[in-house]
């Protein structure tokens, strides 16, 4: 047996494995968790926080901006308090506010955030004071079957 | 008239038996360890080995690959568009291969194409007892023949997978792309949306090093514990194809269970 042969085909089977690998990565695979930008963290409490999990996208204006790595149940007022960490590059006034929103009827959900008019800024660490929590689809249709019966004056079969 | 006793006495045995079968696997496991020395200063022996385990797998396990992947696009193609999600394809097709598909039956594939063989080598030098002239020339047989190819099996499968996801992929858009008319921009950017290296990438190849350190060991264990006879042989690589397509099968659920719980 040849052995530089053998020693060829080897090379070629681990370089096709590692093209392979290099592919899969690249190509098949989306980059988020190699970058690592400098981030800060923010809070915001939410009384409900519905699909919202950890990794959620936060975004302002559609563009992602940061991702969620914290949710908590804080005891003190028993509202969920979700933590992220948002790229240093974009900062927001103190007055912004944080809403959860659903994409599309049944798509995930994110946080969206709606810039403030304060000057200064949020920092590492500071709180989001105005939220709102995530829209509830059972909790609307349940509305809306009630709407449907009060406002319903005439009888159902006739 | 058996009494509640032998049958005790019988289900103790049963259990004992097993368990004292999977002491020794993991001693012999042990024992490659600690002659893996010999692959180390002469990785020679190791390459040799990879080139008759995983260069020699290369063609069955890119074929099947392939395949797979064209199917897979076909079939999920065909089903999601009833939901009028048909240019999700990229996304379930690439989750599919990556996470499951890929791993399981590449570990499947080379179990029954390079285990085997191992199996039938080691049960046929022990049958022919080379091993033994081997002990005789004070050469061991497990750091000279068996922990070469152990070693040879645990570095191929994980290559292997890899190829094959690749593969796979690549006849997923072939199909879906190319005969079906799917938007190529939509295929790539609806799998990169949903497919994290760490999450499911990364989990896949740890997957499938498992498998290789399972198939592998079970494929060595199988030959160097063979009865040295033409019988034994047979038996002993039959074994190792079955064997390990259960516990690779066992342990994906296991895996499966613990990686990608609740996410």
Request: proline share 2%.
């Given at each position: 047996m040849n052995r530089n042969m053998v020693d060829l085909w080897v090379g070629f089977f681990v370089a096709l494995g590692l093209a392979a690998v290099v592919f899969l990565s690249l190509k098949v695979a989306n980059q988020s968790s190699f970058r690592s930008a400098p981030s800060y963290d923010v809070h915001a409490y939410f009384t409900n926080i519905g699909g919202l999990k950890i990794h959620s996208p936060v975004k302002s204006a559609g563009v992602v901006i940061g991702r969620v790595t914290d949710i908590q149940l804080d005891t003190n007022n028993y509202q969920a308090k979700v933590s992220m960490a948002l790229d240093n590059r974009y900062r927001f006034s103190v007055d912004s506010s944080a809403s959860i929103i659903t994409s599309g009827l049944l798509g995930e959900q994110y946080i969206g955030i709606e810039v403030g008019a304060d000057d200064t800024l949020l920092a590492d660490g500071d709180n989001i004071e105005f939220t709102s929590s995530a829209l509830l689809l059972e909790k609307l249709i349940g509305a809306f079957g009630l709407n449907q019966v009060s406002g319903d004056k005439e009888p159902v079969d006739e | 008239m058996k009494s509640i006793a032998d049958y005790l006495t019988l289900l103790g045995h049963q259990v004992t038996e097993r368990l004292v079968l999977l002491g020794a696997v993991f001693h012999f496991l042990f024992s490659i360890f600690f002659m893996s020395g010999t692959c180390l200063r002469r990785p020679w022996l190791v390459v040799r080995e990879i080139y008759f385990v995983g260069v020699f797998s290369l063609l069955i396990i890119t074929v099947a690959g392939l395949f797979v992947g064209l199917v897979l696009g076909l079939q999920m193609y065909d089903t999601l568009e009833r939901f009028g999600s048909g240019d999700g394809v990229g996304m379930v097709v690439a989750l599919a291969l990556v996470r499951e598909l890929g791993p399981v039956l590449s570990a499947l594939l080379f179990s029954s194409r390079a285990g085997s063989a191992i199996t039938a080598e080691i049960g046929l030098m022990k049958a022919t007892e080379q091993l033994t002239a081997l002990e005789m020339m004070a050469i061991q047989p497990l750091a000279r023949v068996i922990a070469p190819r152990f070693w040879a099996g645990v570095i191929s499968l994980p290559l292997l997978n890899v190829i094959f996801c690749a593969v796979g992929i690549f006849g997923g858009y072939l199909v879906t792309v190319?005969?079906?008319?799917?938007d190529a921009g939509t295929f790539w950017s609806q799998m990169q949306n949903a497919v994290d290296f760490r999450q499911d990438i990364l989990n896949g190849i740890i997957k499938s090093v498992i498998f290789a350190l399972a198939v592998s060991l079970i494929a060595v264990f199988e030959g160097y514990s063979s009865v040295p006879t033409a019988e034994g042989v047979s038996r002993a690589t039959t074994r190792t194809v079955v064997l390990s397509a259960l516990v690779v099968l066992a342990l994906d659920f296991v895996l499966t269970a613990f990686m990608f719980r609740g996410f």
């Amino acid at each position: 047996m040849n052995r530089n042969m053998v020693d060829l085909w080897v090379g070629f089977f681990v370089a096709l494995g590692l093209a392979a690998v290099v592919f899969l990565s690249l190509k098949v695979a989306n980059q988020s968790s190699f970058r690592s930008a400098p981030s800060y963290d923010v809070h915001a409490y939410f009384t409900n926080i519905g699909g919202l999990k950890i990794h959620s996208p936060v975004k302002s204006a559609g563009v992602v901006i940061g991702r969620v790595t914290d949710i908590q149940l804080d005891t003190n007022n028993y509202q969920a308090k979700v933590s992220m960490a948002l790229d240093n590059r974009y900062r927001f006034s103190v007055d912004s506010s944080a809403s959860i929103i659903t994409s599309g009827l049944l798509g995930e959900q994110y946080i969206g955030i709606e810039v403030g008019a304060d000057d200064t800024l949020l920092a590492d660490g500071d709180n989001i004071e105005f939220t709102s929590s995530a829209l509830l689809l059972e909790k609307l249709i349940g509305a809306f079957g009630l709407n449907q019966v009060s406002g319903d004056k005439e009888p159902v079969d006739e | 008239m058996k009494s509640i006793a032998d049958y005790l006495t019988l289900l103790g045995h049963q259990v004992t038996e097993r368990l004292v079968l999977l002491g020794a696997v993991f001693h012999f496991l042990f024992s490659i360890f600690f002659m893996s020395g010999t692959c180390l200063r002469r990785p020679w022996l190791v390459v040799r080995e990879i080139y008759f385990v995983g260069v020699f797998s290369l063609l069955i396990i890119t074929v099947a690959g392939l395949f797979v992947g064209l199917v897979l696009g076909l079939q999920m193609y065909d089903t999601l568009e009833r939901f009028g999600s048909g240019d999700g394809v990229g996304m379930v097709v690439a989750l599919a291969l990556v996470r499951e598909l890929g791993p399981v039956l590449s570990a499947l594939l080379f179990s029954s194409r390079a285990g085997s063989a191992i199996t039938a080598e080691i049960g046929l030098m022990k049958a022919t007892e080379q091993l033994t002239a081997l002990e005789m020339m004070a050469i061991q047989p497990l750091a000279r023949v068996i922990a070469p190819r152990f070693w040879a099996g645990v570095i191929s499968l994980p290559l292997l997978n890899v190829i094959f996801c690749a593969v796979g992929i690549f006849g997923g858009y072939l199909v879906t792309v190319k005969l079906l008319g799917v938007d190529a921009g939509t295929f790539w950017s609806q799998m990169q949306n949903a497919v994290d290296f760490r999450q499911d990438i990364l989990n896949g190849i740890i997957k499938s090093v498992i498998f290789a350190l399972a198939v592998s060991l079970i494929a060595v264990f199988e030959g160097y514990s063979s009865v040295p006879t033409a019988e034994g042989v047979s038996r002993a690589t039959t074994r190792t194809v079955v064997l390990s397509a259960l516990v690779v099968l066992a342990l994906d659920f296991v895996l499966t269970a613990f990686m990608f719980r609740g996410f």
